[in-house]
Every structure is written in C-alpha cells, then in structure tokens.
C-alpha cells in the first residue's frame, strides 16, 4: 500500500450573486472517512482517529433565495470584513 499525506482543507467561502448573501448556505456534501471504532466493556462505541479520505461537495443552496442557481465560490481575498479598508484603489 503506498503512503499518502492528509493536508488539512480550509473551506469555501460562497456568495449569492442573486442576493448578495456571503454569510448563509445550505451545503450537502458526501465523504469517505476511516476511523477506529473503540468498543468499551459496556458496548458503548467511542470514535477516535477519524480521517477523511474524500469529500465532495454535492450542492450548495443559498439560505436567503432558498436556491443555488446563483450560488459561486469565492477566494479569500475577494472577502472583505466589515470596517476594513477596500482593496479598489
């Protein structure tokens, strides 16, 4: 079996180009993980060591349109915090 390295993923910022919306989504995603299931003596299981192996987002659905037709990924530098100063010159 050969060697494979987990990097940690940040998550996708989303903006709705219908309504502005940056803040809320509705996002069904699908992932394959392992993990190790501990049994204790009692029978109740505790699951340690959980590792994503894929993850795939399915779809992305704007909470304010109530639909993902206008839904795009943005990069972070296209996100801006309230107050700060505008990266236009």
């Known amino acids: ?12 910022r989303y903006r709705c ?3 502005g919306n940056l803040t809320r989504f509705d996002v069904t995603t699908s992932r394959t993980t392992k993990a190790f299931h501990h049994y204790t003596v009692g029978g109740e299981l505790e699951v340690e060591e959980e590792e994503v192996i894929s993850r ?25 915090e309230p107050g700060a100063q505008s990266q236009v010159s």
């Not at 079996?1 to 940040?10: I, K």
């Not at 206008?70 to 296209?78: F, G």
């Open 1 to 12: 079996m050969e060697a494979t390295t987990v990097v940690p993923m940040s998550e996708p």
């Open 17 to 19: 180009d219908g309504c």
């Open 56 to 80: 795939h987002i399915d779809a992305v659905a704007c909470r304010w349109c109530g639909h993902g037709r206008s839904v795009v990924e943005i990069a972070d530098d296209e996100t801006e």
